[in-house]
């Protein structure tokens, strides 16, 4: 019989060395034993964070130690299947659902759950929790997005302060300002296309998705960043006109497109994989120098002497005035925001605001194309106006119908179609749904659109007058622009910009679908279709 004090690691030693057992297999034994006890140990783990979140409904394939990190990525990493994967998921386990994230993997210490709601009741209750979801989550945005208001904690006073100098922005004053230069990217654009016509070719196939890409990064490249050059909208001149890009001109009009391509590009990479893929060279490099380009135009612009704004007589404002300068002379207290501050905000307000109009405008342009009694209605309510007088603080009551359609259009369409907050201490959702702090919800708006008790047995169909419901400001249901603290600080510009552009649009164009063209949705970051929007576009004149 062996005495405990026999145990001692020395009197075992040497009772391996009596049972002259080799040492590879006495390490190979230790080896496996460990391997076997760390796998227990997170299988008993799994199983009673499992049990923890059981009241959750999830799906049943998890892996048993990944948990639902293969389900996430499968979701979130084929972009054209995010929203059609999600709603499956919803389909199957209910509007509230969930997964869990191996709590073992770095990045995901903190992040132990996502939950994916659709439930109007459950993202009433997150409204009204505003205490506590007050924040984005850190993956993705943190080591992405420059510190601007999108990845800023509102528990911060850093983004409070920022949020009030960054508002005026967006107000009448500044509105009135950006106007001729809308009037005159927007005007491009039409001459670009224009130029394809002629008495032989009196309808032809566009790409609007593109166009509209194209002409609001123009007009925020011009409005944000002072790039008064910002034509990219030529690139869409045909190759036998004399005003068309050379192969080098085209580079340079193209590069800012490019750049925010590969910064969009990485915010979603990086949301759906928080891993070291980011730093593979090829990948780095590229994000590296779009993300350069853009600082290197912030920093010559921020270097120059600048007014603020200024505005004619008519309220219509001057095109020698940008955001950047605005936001480089704002102050608050004799406190202004620092050189990389104010940089890291104009390339987020370049970030966030300018595909997210290009494509909502588009799936308008889209749904106007496919009712052609909406676009007759348009058509009728934008013929006559003076887009090129009008000021854009006078668009939503000129413009009423064409102001709704576009509202319609982001109800059906919602372009950020799924948005994040995380939860800054433990709560639980109607009265079941647990989500420890740092945890995430994800607001699934695509599925409140078609939600018929919400919209009525029509919910699927465009109908621009629905959005004439007195309630609709009051809706907790219907928040295109997200909501509470956190609220889009663009999307007065958002408005008057896409309205703008619908309007203007119609006054020269017919619109119709092509009988082959069938939309499906894309997902990179912001909805999009995956092949693009092609119209078949006929010049009023031609009609
Ligand atoms: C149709 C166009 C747009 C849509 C659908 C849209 C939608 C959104 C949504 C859903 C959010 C998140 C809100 C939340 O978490 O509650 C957001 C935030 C934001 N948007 Fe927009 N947006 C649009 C245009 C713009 C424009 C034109 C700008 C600026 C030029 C802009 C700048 C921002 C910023 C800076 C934030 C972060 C605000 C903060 O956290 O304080 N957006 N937007």
Redesign the pocket.
């Known amino acids: 019989m062996i005495k405990s004090a026999d145990l001692s690691p020395s009197a075992l030693v040497g009772l391996l060395r009596e049972l002259k057992i080799p040492t590879w297999v006495l390490v190979a034994a230790c080896g496996t034993a460990s391997v076997a006890a760390i796998y227990a140990y997170l299988l008993d783990l799994n199983r009673r964070r499992r049990e923890h979140f059981k009241d959750t409904p999830q799906p049943d394939n998890e892996h048993p130690l990944l948990a639902g990190l293969p389900v996430t990525r499968r979701v979130f990493g084929s972009s054209t299947n995010q929203s059609q994967g999600i709603q499956e998921l919803s389909d199957k386990l209910g509007p509230t659902w969930g997964v869990r994230m191996p709590l073992f993997l770095p990045g995901f210490s903190k992040q132990e759950f996502i939950l994916f709601t659709s439930d109007p009741a459950i993202i009433s209750e997150v409204q009204a929790k505003k205490d506590i979801f007050h924040s984005?989550p850190k993956v993705g945005f943190h080591s992405i997005i420059p510190q601007?208001?999108?990845a800023?904690r509102?528990d911060k006073g850093q983004?409070q302060t920022h949020?009030r100098l960054?508002a005026p922005l967006f107000s009448d004053k500044f509105l009135a300002a950006y106007g001729p230069t809308l009037y005159e990217k927007s005007a491009l654009l039409h001459d670009s296309l224009l130029q394809h016509f002629n008495d032989k070719v009196k309808t032809k196939a566009f790409d609007v998705q593109e166009c509209l890409n194209l002409v609001t990064l123009d007009i925020?490249t011009s409005i944000?960043f002072g790039l008064e050059k910002a034509d990219s909208v030529r690139a869409l001149l045909p190759p036998d006109s004399p005003q068309a890009l050379k192969p080098n001109e085209l580079r340079s009009a193209l590069g800012f497109k490019r750049a925010s391509d590969v910064l969009l590009d990485e915010v979603m990479k990086r949301v759906a994989e928080p891993s070291v893929a980011r730093f593979w060279p090829p990948r780095y490099i590229r994000y590296l120098s779009a993300y350069a380009m853009a600082t290197k135009r912030v920093y010559e612009v921020y270097r120059h002497k600048g007014d603020s704004v200024s505005s004619d007589a008519s309220g219509r404002g001057s095109k020698d005035f940008n955001m950047l300068i605005a936001l480089k002379n704002a102050q608050e207290g004799g406190q202004h925001m620092t050189m990389k501050e104010v940089k890291d905000e104009i390339i987020?307000?370049m970030i966030?605001?300018h595909e997210?109009?290009g494509l909502?405008t588009s799936w308008a342009l889209y749904e106007l194309a496919a009712n052609p009694d909406v676009q007759d209605k348009v058509y009728k309510e934008v013929k006559d106006v003076d887009l090129k007088s009008l000021s854009l603080t006078e668009v939503k009551d000129k413009l009423p119908y064409t102001y709704m359609t576009f509202q319609e259009a982001?109800r059906l369409h919602?372009?950020?179609n799924i948005?994040p907050?995380e939860a800054s201490e433990d709560v639980v959702l109607g009265g079941k749904y647990r989500l420890p702090a740092g945890s995430r919800i994800l607001i699934n708006q695509q599925a409140l659109a078609w939600n018929t008790e919400l919209w009525g047995p029509d919910a699927k169909k465009f109908k621009p007058e629905r959005m004439q419901r007195p309630d609709l400001a009051d809706l907790d249901n219907y928040?295109?622009?997200?909501?509470?603290?956190?609220?889009?600080?663009?999307?007065r510009?958002?408005y008057v910009?896409?309205v703008f552009l619908l309007a203007h649009m119609l006054q020269d164009f017919h619109l119709a679908v092509p009988s082959e063209f069938a939309p499906r949705y894309e997902v990179r970051v912001t909805l999009r279709s995956a092949d693009g929007t092609t119209l078949l576009l006929t010049p009023r004149a031609h009609d």
């Open positions: 984005r601007g208001l999108l800023l509102a983004w949020r960054i925020i944000g987020t307000l966030a605001g997210t109009t909502t982001l919602p372009t950020v948005f907050r928040f295109p622009f997200g909501f509470g603290q956190r609220t889009c600080i663009g999307k510009l958002a910009e896409g």
